[in-house]
């Protein structure tokens, strides 16, 4: 197409390749370069193109249409006329490079003519045109040269197309893949990412691979229309008025839902009509809705102080089937006629807010109390909708007279070998004022078959004329103007042998003292923190007084010979007074088993009973047999009671009071939460009560945990597992520490007992502290399962166990003061004690808990 010469460089400049015009089989003219040399050897004819820009490609096509003499139909031309010709190229940044060495060519091909023809007839128009087509990687400049050398052939060079292919700009699947080169070998194949169509958004990565010839392959992800908008021949258009899309991934647009509409093209939800709505969990597809009509026919039955509430469903529920109670509103009318809250003490079953059902039994309310009541109904969209009374019913009662409620506790603060002061607490719901108290006893032995009864105006009661060492069970019950409220539960108590009946008293009156000084110096005692556990005057005068007659607690194995300790301290029972039932148990020795046992002279009771199993050697003998040893010297409510000891036949037995409810952590863990903060007070109490009654005796436990203490069927804890050598070898709890080849539980030791043995009463108030933790926790595992490395570590880095859930501060400070490090710190069971009878006395301050608890173990 070029209208004047090519002007190629030809080399040599005359005599090889010329341009030359000639007319194509239509007559019309065209430029050629020829050459036809065939009569001459060694031709060496060179025709360079003028520079090509590569434009990016990588690989280019070159089209060569040409015509060529066949050699034979020359004449005279043997051995010097050739039929092909070769190609090459040079890659070059230059467009205008004047000479390039024939070296700096790379050949392409050597290119022969399909077809020849053996004569050039221009006359006749007839032309035998070749048209061969070579490709080539151009990648490493701007562009390149071509060439054609010649060596002695006759040939007309009519066309020369350089070209490269390209992916052309594609959509699918609503993503856009621009025209794209291809790549520079021919099998390359050149990743693309695609760009999603407008209103469209990526479903997953679009891509698609541009083949070397030019074709897409394998398409990959895609995009979908944007919400509002759906798809239509491989474009996004709006949803018309009417319908919507409200998530890209749906199909397509929708017809608006029922009471909701849409006005503009492109909707993404419908908008509710006016007094209907949609909740904020509502999906777009829902139809709009409204809030539900008040409830109907709201009745009340009033019994005594509860109150039974029944209503029927709102009329229109507003075309939702999520109505519910959300709240009972509740008020009681005092005196001064202004509405007060409940307060949150009033129970509602089954419950007071998100109510299902239609029916609520509201108890727990003051006797003689004006009650309004409250009910309102709402359904999902009753907060979008803003409305409020227009929903709600109530109805006012008036509460009748009620009896007390049970007494919660009952002490006893005075106790010798025929008598027992009792005192306890006004009942949490007195309902009226108390007029009188009843108070039923029996013989424990005696079940209820005799009971007698006491009546008094005051919250204490001296019972005389009682057996002494016998247990006996109290109920107390509390009379107003409107009868008499329930019995309590049972609380047991013994009287004493005598010989610690002066203790008691001087006991007695130390905590009536303490308790005369409490209330004196309430505001006083509350300013005291450390110094509470320091030796007080009190403490001093009753060790003053008590030390005389304090009985001290025998080691047996002083004894030279075993069985003189065994049987001064322990009864010997004939075999055939005991009748086996069950096996309830493994100790470290044999069996344990529970029975009963007959005594001559008194009643059958139930009992537990080790056994020592056969094969035992002489130390084994001993050592079980030194339980019994020191049990026997024991006589107190809280440790568990030997009954006597078999030893005149095989196998041994040590027979001791049975415990219905065996040891405490596992009852704990079977109950778990079951108990009011007040019930678990009073098992530490107990287990405080008997462990003071062991450091009375100068008796340290070394092995003081909820698994040693057994529960009986009143849940009176006592203290049990004694023994020496086996104290700590049979606890599967303890472990050899690093330093000394002693066994020891650590987690529930003292770190001084850990580290230098040093086992005295405040290390077992230390365990206690760990008792304490285990009790309110339900039985949960001390320092859960870290290691006892660790446990040791962070003790001594000061960390001690958190408070359990629930558990009042109170009684947490109670475990941190048994978990001081200096022993001296620590309170004494006898302050121990003195502290949990006050809390039990005073119910109100085991209600406080912390309003944050931390959830690591706190630093001391
Ligand atoms: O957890 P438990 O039920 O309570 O299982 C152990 C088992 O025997 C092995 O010691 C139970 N056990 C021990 N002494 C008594 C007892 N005096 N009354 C009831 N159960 C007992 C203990």
Same mark, same amino acid.
């Given at each position: ?568 301290? $322990?009864?010997? %029972?004939? /075999?055939? *007074?005991?009748?086996?039932? #069950? !096996?309830?148990?493994? &100790? ?117 945990? $909820?698994?040693? %203490?057994? /529960?009986? *069927?009143?849940?009176?804890? #006592? !203290?049990?597992?004694? &023994? ?137």
């Amino acid at each position: 197409t070029v209208p004047g010469e090519l002007k190629w460089a030809a080399s040599p400049s005359e005599g090889g390749w010329e341009e030359v015009s000639i007319m194509d089989e239509k007559n019309i003219p065209i430029r050629t370069y020829q050459v036809c040399n065939v009569l001459e050897p060694n031709q060496n004819n060179w025709l360079r193109t003028d520079w090509i820009p590569r434009s990016g490609a990588q690989r280019v096509y070159v089209e060569v249409k040409f015509t060529l003499r066949d050699c034979n139909s020359l004449p005279g031309v043997t051995g010097t006329c050739k039929e092909t010709f070769n190609l090459y190229y040079h890659e070059s940044n230059e467009d205008r490079e004047s000479y390039i060495k024939e070296s700096s060519f790379i050949k392409v091909d050597t290119v022969a003519a399909d077809e020849s023809f053996t004569q050039v007839d221009v006359g006749d128009r007839i032309m035998k045109l070749n048209t061969e087509v070579r490709d080539v990687k151009v990648t490493t400049r701007k562009g390149f040269y071509l060439a054609f050398q010649d060596v002695g052939a006759c040939i007309a060079l009519v066309s020369v197309r350089v070209f490269y292919k390209t992916c052309p700009l594609t959509i699918r699947n609503l993503a856009t893949f621009p025209d794209t080169i291809t790549g520079a070998d021919t099998s390359s194949l050149v990743e693309v990412r695609g760009s999603c169509v407008n209103q469209s958004e990526e479903r997953e990565e679009p891509k698609m691979y541009c083949g070397a010839d030019g074709e897409w392959l394998v398409p990959i992800g895609g995009c979908f229309c944007s919400p509002g908008y759906e798809e239509k021949g491989g474009a996004c258009k709006a949803c018309s008025a009417g319908f919507y899309k409200a998530k890209s991934s749906d199909a397509g647009c929708f017809k608006c839902p029922p009471h909701s509409h849409s006005v503009r093209d492109g909707a993404t939800v419908c908008d509710c009509h006016s007094g209907f709505f949609r909740a904020d969990s509502d999906p777009p597809s829902m139809a709009c809705t409204q809030p539900p009509s008040a409830p109907q026919q709201l009745i009340s039955v009033v019994n005594e102080t509860s109150v039974v509430l029944e209503w029927a469903p709102p009329r229109r529920l507003g075309g939702r089937s999520d109505t519910n109670y959300p709240r009972m509103g509740s008020g009681s009318i005092s005196s001064s006629q202004l509405c007060l809250p409940c307060g949150s003490d009033v129970l509602f079953s089954p419950g007071q807010t998100g109510l299902k059902t239609s029916r609520v039994v509201v108890s727990e309310l003051r006797a003689h109390t004006h009650y309004t009541f409250i009910v309102h109904a709402r359904n999902g969209v009753s907060q979008a909708s803003g409305a409020g009374a227009a929903q709600s019913v109530s109805v006012s009662v008036t509460t009748n007279q009620a009896a007390p409620s049970p007494v919660s506790s009952i002490l006893a603060i005075d106790v010798t070998r025929h008598s027992l002061s009792l005192s306890w607490q006004q009942p949490d719901r007195p309902n009226g004022v108390i007029l009188e108290y009843e108070v039923k006893f029996y013989e424990k032995d005696q079940k209820e078959r005799s009971y007698r009864i006491m009546r008094t105006f005051s919250r204490s009661v001296d019972v005389t004329g009682l057996n002494p060492l016998t247990v006996y069970v109290f109920h107390v019950r509390a009379r107003t103007a409107a009868g008499y409220g329930e019995f309590s539960a049972p609380f047991e108590f013994s009287t004493n042998s005598g010989i610690h009946a002066v203790k008691f008293k001087i006991i007695a009156r130390m905590l009536s003292l303490v308790f005369f000084i409490c209330v004196l110096n309430l505001h006083h005692l509350c300013l005291i923190r450390r110094s509470k556990y320091s030796k007080t005057k009190q403490d001093s005068e009753e060790e003053k007084h008590l030390n005389p007659g304090v009985k001290i607690y025998v080691d047996p194995f002083t004894y030279e010979d075993p069985d003189q300790a065994i049987h001064e301290f $322990a009864k010997e %029972i004939d /075999v055939s *007074s005991i009748h086996i039932e #069950k !096996v309830i148990g493994m &100790g470290e020795f044999g069996e344990v088993c529970s029975g009963r046992l007959r005594v001559q002279g008194k009643r059958e009771i139930y009992v537990a009973i080790k056994s020592l199993k056969a094969g035992y050697s002489d130390k084994q003998r001993r050592d079980f047999l030194s339980e019994a040893s020191i049990m026997g010297q024991f006589d107190h409510p809280n440790i568990i009671r030997l009954e006597g000891v078999v030893t005149r036949c095989k196998p041994l037995m040590i027979i001791t009071e049975y415990m219905e409810n065996g040891s405490l952590d596992a009852f704990l863990r079977k109950h778990d939460g079951q108990f009011t903060v007040i019930q678990l007070v009073g098992m530490l109490r107990g287990i405080a009560s008997g462990m003071k009654y062991l450091s009375d005796m100068s008796y340290v436990h070394r092995d003081l945990a $909820a698994r040693n %203490i057994l /529960v009986n *069927s009143n849940l009176v804890c #006592k !203290v049990s597992d004694f &023994g020496l050598s086996r104290v700590l070898e049979d606890d599967p709890e303890a472990a050899y520490t690093t330093r000394v080849r002693r066994k020891i539980p650590i987690r529930w030791t003292a770190p001084e007992a850990i580290t230098y043995r040093k086992f005295t009463t405040a290390s077992d108030v230390w365990s206690y502290g760990i008792v304490m933790w285990e009790v309110v926790s339900y039985g949960e595992r001390p320092y859960w399962d870290m290691n006892n490395q660790d446990v040791i570590k962070a003790i001594e880095e000061g960390y001690r166990l958190p408070a359990p859930m629930d558990c009042p501060v109170v009684l947490h400070q109670l475990m941190l003061d048994c978990w001081e490090r200096e022993r001296a710190e620590r309170p004494t069971f006898s302050q121990i004690l003195n502290m949990l009878d006050k809390l039990i006395r005073n119910p109100g301050t085991l209600k406080t808990t912390p309003e944050e608890r931390p959830a690591e173990m706190l630093l001391v």
